[in-house]
């Protein structure tokens, strides 16, 4: 149990994290989320006793850390996979962290085995890939055997295999009673790994809920509905009988109707009284990261902007178009479209996945990497984005979608995937 | 146990409104002992022992002070400068040991700044939040460490210059200057050394400390040289007399004046800064966010 009340620290005049207080409970895994810049990192430090608070207090179980008694028997944490003296072999570095706790030395090869580094367990921690630091920073973590757990971006540069290992890692960590908080940036990864969330933006707590009210309370669910594109006045026709009931109809830019307030049953019933044929009525979840996108959307300090290269652009070849700006660069209060389906099939069954059936990878055995479990990425990369097609950067698809649960249930248009959806 | 405030009351889980007691716990099965020096002692072992720029500098070290001390020796011998009168053979280790002294500073420095150059720091104090005990356990192992190296080195250069100088008119020094030589001198090294552990650790960067540290030593002599008028004299002197150089050869019983540290004086200098200087560290680490 990770306690904050109150929680400020100041670096001269700007505040990293202010009036900060939540409860990390045991028995689940806790997400941290919040823009760079937010405090994540400040504030898992205070929770270490690294850094001294400027105002309000942290506990673990109760204690201030520097006051725990042998306190890496409590709390293990990857704060920074680089945070190794690069010199020393991967087992002295966890030997010198054993012998500091007086955990026995052979608990360092029992972790190294966990981590998967007993191969490179001699070798210099300096030549170790982001994804092995990550893995020796994991074993840091639970040399102690603790209750407690704190990593902070534990997935940075990890292969899929390291990533499945670890959300599964998480989940058994958390089944086995301890407190495990996870500060992340990889939002399908979270809403996988994830049982509650704590996001802050600024330093400020934004929110504090499971995910799934996380999901909805900032994210507004909709309805889209398709009706035949030959007829435009049927679609006319179902806009004004739909405004009439109480509901909200917005346009689509491909002639689709996207509409809140009312509810399935009730848009089909709609559409039968006005004698509407309906080609596609479909609900629609937002994922987890539009669900933050639009939440920390106003709390990122570092924004990126067009790339302007003012005065050093060739003028262009006569008859040339300039190019078409991909969606998200330098737009203000752009958030994430919707996951992406495979093109030209908006009627797909919602109750099939359709992506060739990539199922839900988190079914494997906890806490054992690979065992016997058939590569669940093996099935989306084959199918991915662009496959074979002329160009693979055309479709805005974050790769890791396919593997997202939401995306997999409910299908969506594909026409989406490549405007911004700031009309909603 | 009080509620968290959240900004969103509508979305508090069903697990948060479970009593509060009832929290899942899981409990190690490996057994928990009670830390104390004695683990970051050997903890801090392990951590010396482990990275080559221990090897690096302390074998620098003993190639300086074994080989410029019997260069000096072999010099001296083939020379027709004698070393009648009352010269001490034991003197001629003090080239080797002026030199070799860069590299006991440089791996003092090392021992703290590196861990704050690679980010090691921040592992180490998550493991111990004592943070005392971190300082206290590095210092007593580099120190020992140091005089170890120190103490051999020395013995052996001292060693073989008396056995090559058997056949001059030196003469034969006498116990109490085995022992300043030896033992005195190695105290002086490990404590010198332990300063810029100390310097490490309040500068947090080991380019930085190594360069103050070389500067502590150098900086006296080189500015007195300079001092020409007649109303710094007295400064001048004394920039001369406490120089670390000129304190290093108090051991030898060849001071370049007259006035100034004599006998054991230099041992008690250095042990007095090192000392405030590690009180100012430990406060200092007390209290800073690392």
């Known amino acids: 149990m990770i306690e904050a009340v109150g929680l400020t620290k100041r670096y001269g005049d700007k505040t990293a994290v202010y009036n900060l207080s939540f409860q990390v409970r045991p028995g689940a895994v806790t997400g941290f989320l919040g823009p760079n810049g937010s405090g994540k990192s400040t504030t898992m430090r205070m929770i270490l006793g690294l850094d001294n608070p400027t105002a309000g207090t942290v506990t673990i179980g109760g204690y201030p850390y520097r006051r725990l008694p042998n306190a890496p028997r409590q709390v293990g944490a990857l704060l920074d996979a680089k945070a190794v003296h690069g010199g020393r072999s991967a087992r002295n570095h966890l030997l010198c962290l054993a012998q500091l706790s007086g955990i026995p030395a052979r608990r360092v090869d029992e972790v190294l085995g966990v981590v998967g580094l007993q191969g490179v367990a001699k070798k210099r921690s300096k030549g170790f890939s982001l994804g092995m630091g990550q893995r020796l920073g994991i074993a840091a973590a639970l040399l102690g055997d603790p209750q407690v757990l704190l990593f902070d971006e534990p997935v940075n540069g990890l292969d899929p295999e390291g990533i499945l290992w670890v959300r599964n890692l998480m989940k058994a960590l958390a089944a086995e009673g301890r407190t495990v908080f996870v500060s992340s940036h990889l939002m399908s990864e979270m809403a996988l790994t994830a049982d509650h969330l704590i996001v802050i933006g600024r330093g400020q707590l934004l929110a504090d809920m499971s995910v799934t009210d996380f999901i909805s309370a900032n994210s507004a669910d909709f309805a889209r509905v398709r009706t035949p594109d030959a007829e435009p006045q049927l679609r006319e026709k179902l806009t004004a009988a739909l405004t009439e009931a109480g509901g909200h109809v917005l346009p689509e830019q491909d002639g689709a109707l996207r509409v809140t307030g009312l509810p399935l049953p009730r848009i089909s019933d709609l559409a039968h009284e006005a004698d509407v044929r309906l080609w596609e009525l479909s609900p629609h979840q937002a994922s987890?990261?539009?669900?933050?996108?639009?939440?920390?959307?106003?709390?990122?300090?570092?924004?990126?902007?067009?790339?302007?290269?003012?005065?050093?652009?060739?003028?262009?070849?006569?008859?040339?178009?300039?190019?078409?700006?991909?969606?998200?660069?330098?737009?203000?209060?752009?958030?994430?479209?919707?996951?992406?389906?495979?093109?030209?099939?908006?009627?797909?069954?919602?109750?099939?996945?359709?992506?060739?059936?990539?199922?839900?990878?988190?079914?494997?055995?906890?806490?054992?990497?690979?065992?016997?479990?058939?590569?669940?990425?093996?099935?989306?990369?084959?199918?991915?984005?662009?496959?074979?097609?002329?160009?693979?950067?055309?479709?805005?698809?974050?790769?890791?979608?396919?593997?997202?649960?939401?995306?997999?249930?409910?299908?969506?248009?594909?026409?989406?995937?490549?405007?911004?959806?700031?009309?909603? | 146990m009080s509620t968290p405030q959240s900004p969103m009351p509508q979305a508090a889980p069903t697990w948060q409104a479970a009593p509060g007691s009832a929290f899942p716990s899981y409990t190690s099965p490996i057994p928990v002992v009670r830390t104390h020096l004695g683990h970051a002692l050997a903890s801090e072992w392990t951590k010396i022992k482990s990275v080559r720029s221990t090897m690096w500098t302390l074998g620098v070290f003993v190639l300086l002070v074994i080989g410029i001390g019997l260069l000096t020796g072999a010099v001296v011998v083939n020379s027709s400068a004698d070393l009648s009168g009352n010269e001490n053979p034991l003197a001629l280790g003090f080239f080797g040991l002026l030199l070799g002294s860069i590299c006991v500073m440089t791996l003092g420095v090392l021992t703290t700044a590196s861990e704050y150059g690679t980010g090691m720091i921040r592992t180490t104090m998550t493991a111990c939040p004592s943070r005392g005990r971190v300082l206290a356990a590095k210092a007593i192992v580099f120190f020992l460490v140091a005089f170890t190296v120190s103490l051999v080195s020395t013995a052996l250069v001292a060693l073989a210059q008396t056995a090559m100088l058997d056949g001059t008119h030196a003469r034969q020094p006498t116990g109490a200057e085995w022992f300043k030589a030896t033992v005195g001198v190695s105290l002086y090294m490990a404590?010198?050394?332990?300063?810029?552990?100390?310097?490490?650790?309040?500068?947090?960067?080991?380019?930085?400390?190594?360069?103050?540290?070389?500067?502590?030593?150098?900086?006296?002599?080189?500015?007195?040289?300079?001092?020409?008028?007649?109303?710094?004299?007295?400064?001048?002197?004394?920039?001369?007399?406490?120089?670390?150089?000129?304190?290093?050869?108090?051991?030898?019983?060849?001071?370049?004046?007259?006035?100034?540290?004599?006998?054991?004086?230099?041992?008690?200098i250095i042990l007095g800064t090192t000392a405030v200087a590690f009180a100012g560290a430990w406060a200092l680490l007390q209290k800073r966010d690392v």
């Open chain 2, 191 to 268: 404590l010198l050394g332990l300063l810029s552990l100390v310097i490490g650790s309040v500068l947090r960067h080991s380019a930085g400390a190594i360069t103050i540290m070389i500067g502590v030593v150098l900086a006296p002599l080189v500015i007195a040289l300079f001092m020409f008028a007649r109303s710094l004299e007295k400064v001048r002197q004394a920039l001369f007399e406490y120089s670390i150089p000129n304190q290093l050869s108090v051991f030898y019983s060849n001071s370049l004046s007259q006035s100034g540290p004599s006998g054991w004086d230099p041992l008690w």
């Open chain 1, 288 to 424: 987890l990261e539009e669900a933050y996108m639009r939440m920390t959307q106003g709390a990122v300090d570092y924004r990126s902007t067009t790339d302007q290269k003012a005065g050093l652009m060739q003028p262009l070849p006569p008859g040339a178009q300039p190019p078409v700006p991909v969606p998200g660069q330098g737009q203000p209060g752009w958030y994430a479209p919707p996951p992406p389906q495979q093109g030209g099939q908006p009627f797909a069954p919602p109750q099939g996945p359709p992506q060739g059936a990539p199922g839900q990878p988190a079914a494997g055995p906890y806490g054992a990497p690979g065992a016997g479990a058939p590569n669940p990425y093996g099935a989306p990369a084959a199918g991915g984005p662009g496959a074979g097609g002329p160009n693979p950067y055309a479709q805005a698809a974050p790769p890791s979608a396919p593997a997202e649960p939401t995306s997999a249930a409910e299908p969506t248009s594909a026409a989406d995937s490549t405007k911004p959806e700031d009309a909603r």
